[in-house]
């Protein structure tokens, strides 16, 4: 079945940039944020691997995602900390959990979707489990939704129920069966954060409630939004293509938390505590108002120490927020202009001497109206002679953690096969002009 031909030509279609690295990462290691398979097991408390670990057979899986694996880990403890608390008997997939893949679906990359879909489902089946357990929005949706819509075009058994813990949780809350115990801790206000996908999406909006109302010490106190009419938090697409839009409407979040007299937003969505944490950051809000994940808050309630994901968020938007910026037809233009002695000397065919000579004679602008059909025809010759001084200039202007630079070089030229033929057409014009004045030397006039 020829599910591509149906709907789109992705090889036809350019996506947000960073999702071309986050696509060559899914490829390689698993995950989108580029950390190693071999580590997507580290945050997993070590004294519950005997109860719930890979080697433990369990109706339940949990499924924590990516972010919560190798950003936010807090979510990831708390949850299956919580659930253990619970009674829930479940299992972890481990290094054989991948990405859910949603980016991929967004990104249209259907083909790579399809393959992480079966392989996840493949592994649960494995594990012997019916049901999967996540904490991310994003991953209930695909295992809830997504999955089984897919699973049934393409005749695949699925025969999988997904749960998110907050049912869970408030289910065992309601029955009497698991209680907080009381804490001594200063009552404190806190709002809600309804995520689109599991809210609007999923129609899961008391759960997560009956669960932070439970918690000893909190005041649950609403915004003027929410539930059905939540104002989204500005994650993921806005937060990856336009980060200053983005800055705004989370902010608009924060002000409504803040006219409620809320100490903190509790929210259970990674991609949405990230976006509100860089948010909090970048309006300068750190003393007014705090973003805790809400499993976090409950595993705290109970007496367990959580670590704070605030440093890892903040490093790990630097790293995007360098990316975004690089991977514009502006970003790529002006390390373009750097890497012109060594592109003109990459240019095959023996062009490269004959512009230098059409510099030197001052002629060279009677090529610029050549450039938009040259550029594309040549380009892909030349990029691999000139990869090593791209990744030198990509690596001065992104804050990469060391694990992420060890991969560029194998990441960076798939990115640029699928990135450069639809991005020359907005790079060309703005390299043209100040490559004729560095061929007639007047580039630092």
Same mark, same amino acid.
């Given at each position: 079945?020829?599910?591509?031909?149906?709907l789109?030509?992705?090889?036809?279609?350019?996506?947000?940039?960073p999702f071309?690295v986050m696509?060559a990462?899914l490829?390689d290691?698993g995950?989108?944020?580029?950390?190693?398979r071999?580590n997507r097991?580290d945050?997993?408390?070590?004294?519950l691997l005997?109860?719930?670990?890979?080697?433990?057979?369990?109706?339940n899986v949990?499924?924590?995602?990516?972010?919560a694996?190798y950003?936010?880990n807090?979510?990831?403890?708390?949850?299956v900390?919580?659930?253990?608390?619970?009674g829930?008997?479940?299992?972890y997939?481990?290094?054989?959990?991948?990405?859910?893949a949603?980016?991929?679906?967004?990104?249209?990359?259907w083909d790579?979707?399809?393959?992480?879909m079966k392989?996840?489902?493949a592994?649960?089946?494995a594990?012997?489990?019916?049901t999967v357990?996540s904490?991310c929005?994003?991953?209930?949706?695909?295992w809830?939704h997504?999955?089984?819509?897919?699973?049934e075009k393409?005749?695949?058994e699925y025969?999988?129920?997904?749960?998110h813990?907050?049912?869970?949780?408030?289910?065992?809350?309601?029955?009497?069966?698991?209680t907080?115990p009381?804490?001594?801790?200063?009552?404190?206000?806190?709002?809600?954060?309804d995520?689109?996908h599991l809210?609007?999406?999923?129609?899961?909006?008391?759960a997560?409630?009956?669960?932070a109302?439970?918690i000893?010490?909190?005041?649950?106190v609403e915004?003027?939004?929410n539930?059905e009419?939540?104002l989204?938090?500005g994650?993921?697409?806005t937060?990856?293509s336009d980060?200053?839009?983005?800055h705004?409407i989370?902010?608009?979040?924060?002000i409504?938390?803040?006219?409620?007299?809320?100490?903190?937003?509790?929210a259970?969505?990674p991609c949405?505590?990230?976006?509100?944490?860089?948010?909090v950051q970048?309006?300068?809000?750190?003393?007014?108002?705090?973003?805790?994940?809400?499993?976090?808050?409950?595993?705290?309630a109970?007496?367990?120490?959580?670590p704070?994901?605030?440093?890892?968020?903040?490093?790990?938007? @630097?790293?995007?927020?360098? *990316?975004?910026?690089? #991977?514009?037809p502006? =970003?790529f233009?002006?390390?373009?202009?750097? !890497?012109? /002695?060594e592109?003109i000397? @990459?240019?095959?065919?023996? *062009?490269g001497?004959m #512009?230098?000579?059409? =510099?030197?004679a001052k002629?060279?602008?009677? !090529?610029? /109206?050549?450039?938009?059909?040259?550029?594309?025809?040549l380009l892909p010759?030349?990029m691999?002679?000139?990869?090593?001084?791209m990744?030198e200039l990509v690596?001065?202007?992104?804050?990469?953690?060391?694990?992420?630079?060890?991969q560029?070089?194998d990441?960076?030229?798939?990115?640029?096969?699928?990135l450069?033929?639809q991005?020359?057409p907005?790079?060309?014009?703005l390299?043209a002009?100040?490559m004729?004045?560095h061929?007639?030397?007047?580039?630092?006039?």
């Open positions: 079945m020829k599910l591509r031909g149906q789109i030509n992705e090889e036809e279609r350019m996506t947000i940039p071309e696509s990462a490829q290691q995950n989108i944020w580029a950390g190693y071999e097991t945050w997993f408390p070590e004294d005997q109860k719930h670990g890979p080697d433990h057979r369990a109706p949990y499924f924590a995602g990516c972010t694996s950003v936010e807090d979510i990831g403890i708390a949850t900390r919580i659930l253990d608390e619970a829930v008997d479940f299992s997939l481990g290094e054989r959990e991948l990405c859910c949603t980016p991929m679906l967004v990104a249209g990359k790579q979707f399809v393959e992480v392989e996840n489902i592994n649960v089946k594990a012997g489990a019916d357990i904490s929005p994003a991953c209930d949706m695909m809830r997504t999955y089984p819509q897919w699973a393409l005749g695949i025969d999988i129920t997904a749960r813990y907050s049912e869970i949780v408030a289910e065992q809350i309601e029955s009497g069966q698991f907080f009381e804490n001594g801790h200063d009552p404190e206000k806190v709002t809600w954060h995520s689109c809210g609007r999406v999923s129609g899961i909006y008391e997560p409630r009956q669960v109302a439970a000893p010490g909190a005041e649950l915004m003027a939004h539930r009419d939540a989204c938090c994650s993921v697409l937060l990856i980060p200053l839009a983005a705004d989370g902010d608009e979040k924060l409504e938390a803040e006219a409620v007299g809320a100490e903190k937003i509790l259970l969505c949405c505590e990230f976006q509100l944490r860089v948010s970048k309006k300068g809000k750190d003393d007014q108002i705090e973003v805790v994940d809400l499993a976090h808050y409950a595993a705290e109970l007496g367990y120490p959580m704070d994901p605030n440093p890892e968020v903040r490093a790990q938007w @630097a790293v995007f927020e360098a *990316m975004i910026a690089v #991977m514009t502006a =970003g233009a002006a390390i373009m202009e750097e !890497m012109f /002695p592109l000397d @990459a240019i095959p065919l023996g *062009m001497p #512009m230098k000579f059409m =510099g030197r002629l060279a602008k009677f !090529m610029k /109206p050549m450039f938009p059909f040259l550029f594309p025809r010759g030349m691999p002679k000139v990869m090593d001084r990744l690596g001065a202007r992104i804050p990469m953690p060391d694990y992420l630079a060890e560029m070089p990441i960076m030229p798939r990115v640029m096969d699928n450069m033929p991005m020359l907005d790079v060309i014009p390299i002009g100040p004729i004045d061929l007639e030397g007047r580039a630092n006039a």
